[in-house]
């Protein structure tokens, strides 16, 4: 069965494509993804009792991403200027590879950093997981950390920023 990280990175993937429906049957599990005029709709039909506690989680989560995607447009306008002041002056982490960002060492665990925290050049900002394989990004740089630029579990691109860090 899949885990419920990799189910939450196929529902983004479906809800960011032009794709109508997605079924994913493996080892007596079923997986079927639909969209719908007011978002992703995901029923899961499993054999195990652990499967049915990530339909759960699962079906308790999705009516929170609509919000959540509100919440981000209403904040990027005013965030673009004040980054646009400054953006001289700030050094830029990116990505060193194609894969799935994740903000802490696990779900339960605290984020590496967040903004307004000190960092060395040594210090692990994030991991990006790529072919299952958990990397570890460091600051390459002493600085403070301005605005995190991606979201946990997003997929990001070779080069794609980050993070913004004001360098001491």
Known sequence: ?????????????????????FVYEYDGSKIKMKKTASGS?????????AAVKEQ??????E??????????ESVKPSQPEEVKEDSANLHKITSPMVGTFYKSPSPDADA??????????????????????????????NGEIVE???????LVEYGQPLFLVKPE
């Open 148 to 154: 995190v630029l991606a979201e946990d579990g997003q």
């Open 56 to 61: 759960s989680i699962i079906e308790q989560a």
């Open 63 to 72: 009516p929170a991403k609509p919000v959540q995607a509100e919440k981000t």
């Open 1 to 21: 069965m899949l885990k419920v990280q990799e189910i939450r990175e196929l529902i983004k993937l479906v809800d960011q494509s032009s794709i109508e429906e």
């Open 41 to 49: 709709q995901v029923a899961t039909q499993a054999v195990t009792s």
């Open 112 to 141: 590496y950093v967040k903004p307004g925290a000190k960092v060395t050049k040594d210090s692990i900002v994030c991991i990006v997981e790529a072919m299952k394989l958990f990397n570890e990004i460091e600051a390459e740089i």
